[in-house]
């Protein structure tokens, strides 16, 4: 099925996000308590995930963490479109990458689709790289919630997470060389940065953690939280 995707286009928001060091602690924060006026107001129960938009030098980032938005959105009680499905029906009218998605109008995706929100995710940091006496695969993402029917930003967020976390250094300054080495071998043979992609969805995307999107209408804690 084809639909009149050309002619939609819209300006992209930037993402106003600022990283925090706190993203150590692997959570989506900010440095004061999210106003979620807007989210509980509209109260989406379907999300529409576009592919997310890559920064990185990686091609593969974009389908790594478009695969894994999925699970902790319905998880946190919501009603997600298939993404291959949606990837599949841009590609079908002519958009063939992520930028094209994300410029058509917020209107012509409620038409089409009509779901009651649109996630937009931009990727910043997908890899493994290694410094030396460092290895390590991270990735880091930015996401903006969008009321399709108000057209109202309704929730934004960050989030990271790398291989290095909780990893311990021994033998001195050798042993840290000898495992950076190491590490970079196995992370890089093994596609580590995949594994990473999904812990930074889950982080990004879960109901309940700081200054996080609040529950859906398919969770029992629906309106239970964001007080």
Same mark, same amino acid.
């Given at each position: 099925?084809?639909?009149?995707?050309?002619? @939609?286009?819209?300006?992209?928001?930037?993402? #106003?996000?600022? *990283?925090?060091?706190?993203?150590?602690?692997?959570?989506? $924060?900010?440095?004061? /308590? =999210?106003?979620?006026?807007?989210?509980?107001?509209?109260?989406?129960?379907?999300? *529409?995930?576009?592919?997310?938009?890559?920064?990185? #030098?990686?091609?593969?980032? @974009?389908?790594?963490?478009?695969?894994?938005?999925?699970?902790?959105?319905?998880?946190?009680?919501? =009603?997600?479109? /298939?993404?291959?499905?949606?990837?599949? $029906?841009?590609?079908?009218?002519? *958009?063939?990458? /992520?930028?094209?998605? %994300?410029?058509?109008?917020? !209107?012509?995706?409620?038409?089409?689709?009509?779901?009651?929100?649109?996630?937009?995710?931009?990727?910043?940091?997908?890899? @493994?790289?290694?410094?030396?006496?460092?290895?390590?695969?991270?990735?880091?993402?930015?996401?903006?919630?969008?009321?399709?029917?108000?057209?109202?930003?309704?929730? $934004?967020?960050?989030? &990271?997470?790398?291989?290095?976390?909780?990893?311990?250094?021994?033998?001195?300054?050798?042993?840290? *060389?000898? !495992?950076?080495?190491?590490? !970079?071998?196995?992370?890089?043979?093994?596609?580590?940065? %995949?594994?990473?992609?999904?812990? &930074?969805?889950?982080?990004?995307?879960?109901?309940?953690? #700081?200054?996080?999107?609040? =529950?859906?209408?398919?969770? #029992?804690? =629906?309106?239970?939280?964001?007080?």
């Amino acid at each position: 099925m084809r639909f009149d995707f050309f002619n @939609t286009r819209f300006a992209r928001a930037s993402f #106003p996000i600022v *990283l925090a060091s706190a993203f150590v602690s692997g959570c989506a $924060t900010q440095d004061k /308590p =999210y106003d979620y006026a807007a989210f509980k107001q509209s109260r989406p129960a379907s999300i *529409l995930v576009l592919p997310p938009l890559n920064d990185s #030098p990686d091609v593969n980032a @974009t389908y790594s963490m478009l695969s894994q938005v999925s699970f902790p959105l319905a998880e946190s009680g919501y =009603y997600v479109f /298939p993404v291959t499905l949606v990837d599949e $029906t841009f590609r079908q009218n002519g *958009l063939s990458n /992520p930028a094209e998605m %994300h410029d058509v109008k917020l !209107q012509k995706l409620r038409e089409i689709y009509g779901a009651d929100s649109a996630l937009y995710i931009n990727i910043k940091q997908y890899g @493994t790289s290694y410094t030396v006496i460092a290895s390590e695969s991270r990735v880091t993402a930015e996401a903006r919630l969008i009321d399709l029917r108000t057209e109202q930003v309704l929730w $934004t967020g960050s989030a &990271t997470a790398s291989s290095a976390e909780g990893r311990n250094s021994s033998g001195g300054l050798v042993g840290m *060389l000898v !495992q950076a080495v190491v590490s !970079q071998i196995i992370e890089s043979s093994t596609n580590q940065s %995949h594994a990473i992609a999904g812990v &930074t969805s889950q982080r990004l995307l879960s109901a309940g953690m #700081p200054n996080g999107i609040l =529950y859906g209408p398919r969770s #029992p804690k =629906y309106k239970a939280d964001g007080n």
